[in-house]
T-cell receptor, first 113, second 111 residues
Framework: ETGVTQTPRHLVMGMTNKKSLKCEQH?????MYWYKQSAKKPLELMFV???????ENNSVPSRFSPECPNSSHLFLHLHTLQPEDSALYLC????????????FGSGTRLTVV | EDQVTQSPEALRLQEGESSSLNCSYT??????LFWYRQDPGKGPEFLFT???AGEEKEKERLKATLTKKESFLHITAPKPEDSATYLC????????????FGTGTSLTVIP
């Protein structure tokens, strides 16, 4: 499979749950990103990984914990989330950071109840 | 202050009715301006990159142009399948690898 694949597509979790989002890319890209998309707001950059190393953490609360075991896989571990964390979480990749047009996955629609 | 502002927020067009979407930006070190298309329930799909004022890019019914302060996405004779949200993003060299996205224009093309 080519492109950027995100699983699950939809997730409903309680505030005390722990869950993980998964992202996989088969494009040979070296940079991967997590973005949060909320209604009526611009995409918010959360984390950047370059060659598996985290290069940016955009003041994201510690209840979001990223993991990048290799340059093809990216995870976002979630725990004790708040209802305001409900959003579309998008994974993206590019050849290198700042290279230009990203390739995005279809996202995980997260609802915190 | 918002670095990227898109207008209008929503646009309804009759099929065949040409129009333009606007993306204005305030960053001082523009390294690139990007247009994306986003369909409901999907991630953004990359359309164009523009690097310098005067540059133009075309793809089917879409043409993107760039000036020193704004970009336009011109849609010529749109079809219903062009209905989507169009996002603009800028890469600012003064803030490392930061990309700033706009909130998008939701385009609906009515048959």
């Amino acid at each position: 499979e080519t492109g950027v694949t995100q699983t699950p597509r939809h997730l409903v979790m309680g505030m005390t749950n722990k869950k993980s989002l998964k992202c996989e890319q088969h494009l040979g890209h070296n940079a991967m990103y997590w973005y949060k998309q909320s209604a009526k707001k611009p995409l918010e950059l959360m984390f950047v990984y370059n060659f598996k190393e985290q290069t940016e953490n955009n003041s994201v609360p510690s209840r979001f914990s990223p993991e990048c075991p290799n340059s093809s896989h990216l995870f976002l571990h979630l725990h004790t989330l708040q209802p305001e964390d409900s959003a579309l979480y998008l994974c993206a990749s590019s050849q290198v950071p700042g290279a230009g047009g990203y390739t995005f996955g279809s996202g995980t629609r997260l609802t915190v109840v | 202050e918002d670095q990227v502002t898109q207008s209008p927020e929503a646009l309804r067009l009759q099929e065949g009715e040409s129009s333009s979407l606007n993306c204005s930006y305030t960053v001082s070190g523009l390294r690139g301006l990007f247009w994306y298309r986003q369909d409901p329930g999907k991630g953004p799909e990359f359309l164009f990159t523009l690097y310098s004022a005067g540059e133009e890019k075309e793809k089917e019914r879409l043409k993107a142009t760039l000036t020193k302060k704004e970009s336009f996405l011109h849609i010529t004779a749109p079809k219903p399948e062009d209905s989507a949200t169009y996002l603009c993003a800028v890469h600012d060299s003064n803030t490392g690898n930061q990309f700033y996205f706009g909130t998008g224009t939701s385009l609906t093309v009515i048959p």
